[in-house]
């Protein structure tokens, strides 16, 4: 007995294929429509935002930014260009889910068609969050792993802080208040329409906030760089990031006047963001996304904590990454071995965040042990976990936070 396959068949037998088709060289990169730069470039938001045929702006605002008048210049360009506009100011700390919540609402009352977010990482990540959860109404662990298909209101980023990248991913991170953690939440229309960096706005940052978001860029750099799913653009941006950071960084935090550090700055927090949304992150993250939530540990002061003992950790995977990343970190010496430039990047990570004044241990945040088991299974579930280059253990990760409650860094494995 025989069968007769048809060409209509055929067609869609082939068309399923080409869809599950996944090439081993090949990438897709994803960044902002349009980057402006430079000090005071906030004075052409009003027509940027008429070339995207915007006519009602909803400004989303760290409230301490705009108690210091960072945001008139955003709201003048505004007005003079003819725009409605509506402020929402209730960004304090990390984006939680009353914040979007209220958000929402003020999106929705006011009528507005584009979202601009103002401010540091926070602000940002809750502009995203109003711009794309304006229509859902389920538990916002479940929007995670629907994914996003798309945004009705357009979305614009201008950072305070040179730190999170957030101006140029496709991810926002929220506290899910009703199980006391951080979801990570990617998807493309979390890429912003455009980007202002304007360093005028981040004279005024204190020394201790740049320290830690500045290795925070640090650390995005680093994890994209390693990561499984990294590809060559996202290598150039994040080794360049941070060629660019090292010199610039304890400069900006000890002098945070100087404009030209604070444009630099601004630009490696750019090249980070774009090299990790595009390649993924890693288990610094997963990690610090857990104890963040959890201690009340800002972000980039979780991450200065963890990046060295993960690195110590993932070397065993990719020394030869880390001793090519010893010459954008300024510590490669020709007579070294690989792997006394993988060491001595670890080691400079490690400086770095000594220099700044960061803790490099968690002994001063009322840790407990009993809590690793629970924090190291969160972590497991973590989206950044996924470009990790080591494959990791929920026992291996209990390892680490004892490593970092201690103090001690191994490099044996390295």
């Known amino acids: 007995m025989s069968s007769t396959i048809s060409a209509e068949d055929i067609a869609c037998i082939v068309s399923q294929t080409l869809q599950q088709y996944n090439p081993s060289k090949g990438f897709t990169f994803r960044s902002p429509a349009v980057t402006v730069t430079g000090p005071h470039c906030v004075n052409q938001l009003g027509e940027i935002l008429k070339e995207f045929g915007a006519r009602h702006v909803l400004l989303v605002v760290d409230k301490m930014v705009h108690q210091l008048g960072l945001v008139a210049g955003c709201e003048t360009a505004i007005k003079i260009a003819g725009l409605g506009l509506t402020v929402f100011k209730d960004v304090e700390g990390e984006p939680d889910t009353a914040m979007i919540t209220k958000g929402v609402a003020a999106l929705k009352a006011s009528g507005a068609d584009f979202v601009v977010g103002v401010g540091g990482g926070s602000a940002l990540d809750a502009a995203k969050g109003i711009a794309v959860l304006g229509d859902y109404q389920g538990p916002l662990v479940e929007f995670k792993a629907g994914g996003l298909a798309s945004r009705t209101v357009g979305l614009g980023a201008i950072p305070t802080t040179a730190g999170t990248g957030s101006e140029a991913t496709d991810i926002t991170v929220i506290k899910d208040l009703a199980n006391n953690i951080k979801v990570p939440i990617k998807g493309a229309c979390l890429v912003p329409d455009f980007a202002l960096l304007d360093p005028a706005l981040m004279l005024g940052v204190p020394s201790s906030i740049t320290a830690a978001t500045g290795v925070d860029t640090l650390t995005h750099a680093i994890e994209a760089y390693v990561s499984r799913q990294t590809n060559p653009l996202s290598q150039a941006y994040a080794y360049h990031s941070m060629e660019m950071l090292v010199k610039a960084l304890p400069i900006a935090v000890g002098c945070g006047e100087d404009m030209d550090m604070r444009y630099d700055m601004s630009i490696a927090a ?79 990570v490690r400086q770095i965040v000594i220099d700044l004044g960061l803790p490099t241990t968690l002994v001063d945040f009322d840790v407990a042990k009993r809590d690793f088991a629970g924090i190291a299974e969160r972590a497991m579930q973590d989206i950044c976990l996924i470009g990790n280059p080591r494959q990791v253990s929920a026992s291996q990760i209990v390892a680490l936070l004892e490593q970092a409650l201690s103090g001690e860094l191994p490099l044996g494995d390295c």
């Not at 990343?325 to 070294?336: I, K, P, T, W, Y």
């Open 270 to 348: 750019y090249k980070a963001g774009l090299a990790f949304s595009n390649a993924g992150l890693g288990l610094a993250h997963a990690i610090a996304h857990q104890i963040g939530a959890f201690y009340n540990i800002p972000h980039g002061v979780a991450n200065a904590i963890l990046l060295p003992y993960v690195m110590a950790f993932n070397s065993l995977c990719c020394e030869p990454a880390y001793a090519e990343l010893a010459g954008a970190l300024n510590v490669n010496r020709e007579s070294m071995t690989q792997r006394e430039r993988c060491n001595a990047a670890i080691k400079a």
